[in-house]
């Protein structure tokens, strides 16, 4: 029979090799974040099995390092390693994971945001002590970066494609040429992508940073759909209430101090018969069910502690919903706003969509 000391040593080790993972993991994605800077990805993606000193020769960089990472990736089992020849292999699927933003799986963005994270870590533990909030602005430029890229590569993957489809009446609004409002907007990244689909529309972007709107309107030019997308600095109570056939909320609407008052104020921005559409992350309505079925939760609760909470709680009401607050949660808010018609319209891995009409 086992001792109570045996089992707690038992416990303790498998406490250790668990965190022994996530330590790897973290080690992990600074590497690929390292991989990506210097276009190590892109260069294996095209160029086969390679030495270390050609993928050196092709990135312009230095034997030495490259042999390291190589080294790191391949004991990552991101990249394969031929020890006949020393030659090092990305496989397909890890291409399509790390080499193109464009790639339904690219998953690089994420770990752009995690170095955003650490970078971010004495702010967030003066705020745990205080209890002030951290406002948006205030994150350093990989958040930035890594919330366009990996926010970027779900919607070029879902939103033409599910969520659009999936909601009642908009398809047809947007192709036969709607005004549309995106709050919270970012650097537009979805703004671009239903400008570029629906020809007819016109879209702008509202946002509270103003080196996010900056970036939007480049993106803007280089898409060729400046004559039809603006993006101007107001915050969610403070644009133009114009008459919107369709106002949006991409991952943006759980960061708000006062959400109900933010949806109340896009009702009323909205024409008669028209959407307030949201993008959230998909989390459960319980946290007992989310620990069990949400794969990237902690994740979600992670950025969510860093990001989100923090957001809201720099603004006015500072409600924090938080990043995993659940649709049920969301849907009362929309109710609590005066919208009597409030549906969940589609999921993904990572996201939900909720239509609301008043």
Not at 61 to 68: A, F, G, I, Q
Not at 164 to 187: F, Q, S
Not at 205 to 221: C, F, K, L, M, Q
């Amino acid at each position: 029979m086992m001792t109570t000391t045996q089992i707690e040593q038992q416990d303790v080790g498998a406490v250790v090799q668990h965190v022994a993972g996530l330590a790897i993991g973290a080690a992990t994605s600074a590497m690929i974040v390292v991989g990506d800077r210097l276009g190590l990805y892109g260069a294996l993606a095209g160029g086969g099995a390679v030495t270390p000193q050609q993928l050196a020769d092709a990135t312009g960089t230095s034997e030495r390092y490259v042999r390291e990472w190589l080294a790191q990736q391949a004991a990552a089992g991101l990249v394969v390693h031929d020890a006949t020849d020393g030659t090092f292999t990305l496989p397909p699927a890890s291409a399509a994971v790390l080499a193109d933003d464009d790639s339904p799986a690219a998953m690089t963005g994420m770990c752009v945001q995690t170095e955003g994270l650490f970078r971010d870590i004495d702010l967030l533990v003066d705020a745990f002590r205080t209890g002030a909030g951290i406002g948006w602005g205030e994150h350093s430029a990989p958040t930035f970066e890594g919330a366009e890229r990996s926010f970027g590569a779900a919607y070029r993957a879902e939103l033409l494609t599910r969520w659009v489809p999936a909601l009642d009446g908009v398809t047809e609004a947007l192709d036969a040429g709607a005004r549309v409002a995106d709050v919270g907007t970012g650097r537009g990244v979805p703004v671009v992508l239903l400008a570029q689909a629906f020809p007819r529309s016109e879209f702008v972007g509202y946002d509270t940073h103003p080196a996010s709107i900056e970036v939007a309107r480049r993106r803007a030019e280089e898409a060729g759909v400046a004559d039809r997308v603006r993006f101007e600095v107001h915050d969610c109570q403070g644009y133009p209430q114009d008459g919107y056939d369709l106002v949006t909320f991409f991952d943006a609407f759980h960061d708000l101090g006062d959400p109900v008052g933010a949806a109340a104020y896009a009702r009323h921005a909205l024409v008669p018969g028209g959407s307030l559409v949201l993008i959230e992350p998909r989390a459960a309505d319980d946290l007992p069910t989310n620990l069990a079925g949400n794969p990237v939760a902690a994740f979600g609760y992670a950025a969510s502690t860093f990001l989100c909470t923090p957001s809201s709680l720099s603004q006015p009401v500072g409600t924090a919903l938080g990043g995993q607050a659940g649709s049920a949660r969301v849907r009362g808010v929309l109710d609590e706003a005066g919208f009597s018609d409030v549906r969940h319209v589609a999921d993904s891995m990572i996201n939900m969509v909720i239509q609301a009409r008043a």
